[in-house]
């Protein structure tokens, strides 16, 4: 199994990393503790899933892509 | 219907005139548009540059989401989205949204819901270059 897991913006900067990978898991909560040995997540944390919005307890399937960012800004 | 995210400044309205002159004459009997530009200032500070990071993949495909959204819930004849990624100064263009359709309704309503969506949503992130080094914009501001 293998989760593609990406970091945007702030967030990438704070925790010093762009992209990793996870080998097992099976919820978002999982992807991301493994992927930041368990670093407390911000409050205003987002998530996307293969490129849709997700939440912290959405499932995730081998070959998935996970990003993790903060409140965007853009326009 | 058109997304593009473009890494180097453009002229939103010579977009808006060429978007339109393709168009069909007569078809349509309402344009609205909404064009963001970069000031020179942000809370009080002097900002230099700005630096726009986006989720390529996902950028791209929201924004054809947006669109087609748009065009289910308002009569649209046509749209038109351009936003920028990259450095950016001051007076240049981050964003154009356009809308095309028969009555103005529909293409006022769309284009005020589609430049919140995307302010709300679109995975692009701000990051400001002032004299006192650099930060990044926290969250957009509440529809003002």
């Not at chain 2, 359709?101 to 679109?122: G, P, Q, T």
Request: hydrophobic share 40%; with cysteine.
């Amino acid at each position: 199994m293998s989760i593609q897991v990406k970091f945007f913006a702030s967030l990438r900067e704070s925790l010093g990393q762009s992209e990793t990978t996870v080998e097992q898991a099976s919820t978002v909560t999982e992807v991301w503790d493994l992927a930041t040995q368990s670093a407390t997540p911000p409050n205003n944390l987002l998530v996307a899933v293969n490129l849709d919005y997700a939440n912290m307890q959405s499932q995730v399937n081998d070959g998935d892509e996970v990003a993790f960012f903060p409140p965007v800004t853009g326009g | 219907m058109a997304t593009h995210i473009l890494d180097e400044d453009f002229q939103p309205y010579q977009w808006l005139s060429e978007f339109s002159q393709q168009m069909p004459a007569g078809r349509d009997g309402a344009a609205a548009s909404f064009i963001g530009t970069m000031r020179d200032y942000n809370d009080d500070a002097t900002v230099r540059t700005m630096t726009l990071e986006h989720y390529p993949a996902m950028t791209q495909r929201y924004l054809e989401q947006l669109e087609k959204q748009a065009k289910t819930d308002w009569p649209l004849n046509d749209c038109l989205i351009v936003h920028r990624v990259g450095e950016v100064f001051p007076g240049e263009a981050i964003v154009l949204i356009g809308c095309w359709s028969a009555h103005r309704r529909a293409a006022l309503d769309a284009c005020n819901w589609l430049i919140e969506e995307l302010k709300y949503k679109a995975p692009f992130w701000k990051k400001e270059q002032n004299q006192s080094g650099e930060r990044w914009v926290e969250s957009n501001t509440d529809g003002l």
